[in-house]
């Protein structure tokens, strides 16, 4: 069975502070994404990643970082938390190749920043 | 402009009642296009893709006309368990763009 995981559900930080969000994945996926999702405004990709070590901006890149040093790990790290980051955080993978580019979601991580 | 906009809804349905949701995308270059569906502080998951010839999956059917940029999904029957928030989504290499939604809600 397809999984991604996220490694909290509920987060709470100061700001200022440095977060990292974790996301796995077990499907030996080549693309994962981070997404945010906030009431209004839909998912927005912050990042994605085709291949281990390789990243590229999504739509809203500021603030925020990425890392991929192993295929199955994917890591957003926020290195100043703001009240503005406040959110739903969504982690995905989907295969490459093929034309239906279906994307696996994670639970999603509520990051609150006070 | 969004590039993909949706009505946001609340679509409130009696039970068995037949619901259509539109969808409309900015970038012509869009390649694939799809429905996800996202259940109250769940995730998204892949409800279904839609093809140019329509496609069918029991109550539910996609439509996508590619001249007007223009996405469809008709719910017969309705169920409360289709309860949800419907999100239309347009692929161009791979990078997927959301739709912001629409809610329905199934009543008894």
């Known amino acids: 069975d397809v999984k991604v995981t996220q490694s909290s559900r509920y987060l709470v930080k100061r700001t200022g502070e440095k977060v990292f969000l974790e996301c796995v994945q077990d499907?030996?996926?080549?693309?994962m994404f981070w997404y945010r999702q906030d009431p209004g405004l839909g998912l927005r990709l912050i990042y994605f990643?085709?291949?281990?070590?390789?990243?590229e901006k999504g739509d809203i890149p500021e603030g925020y970082s990425v890392s991929r040093e192993k295929k199955e790990r994917f890591s957003l790290i926020l290195e100043s938390a703001s009240t503005n980051q406040t959110s739903m955080y969504l982690c995905a993978s989907s295969n490459m190749g093929g034309m239906s580019y279906e994307q696996y979601f994670g639970p999603g991580t509520r990051l609150t920043v006070t | 402009r969004k590039e993909v906009e949706q009505d946001p809804g609340p679509f409130n349905v009696p039970e068995g009642a037949t619901v259509a949701f539109n969808c409309t995308y900015s970038n012509s270059a869009s390649q694939s296009f799809f429905w996800y569906r996202q259940d109250c502080r769940k995730e998204p998951k892949l409800l279904m893709s839609v093809y140019s010839s329509g496609n069918e999956d029991g109550r539910f059917t996609a439509q996508l006309n590619r001249a007007s940029q223009y996405i469809s999904l008709l719910i017969r029957d309705s169920k409360l368990s289709d309860s949800a928030t419907y999100l239309c989504v347009v692929s161009i290499r791979g990078k997927l763009t959301f739709g912001t939604g629409t809610q329905l809600k199934v009543e008894l």
């Open positions: 990643s085709y291949d281990v070590k390789m990243k």
């Open positions: 499907m030996d996926h080549e693309n």
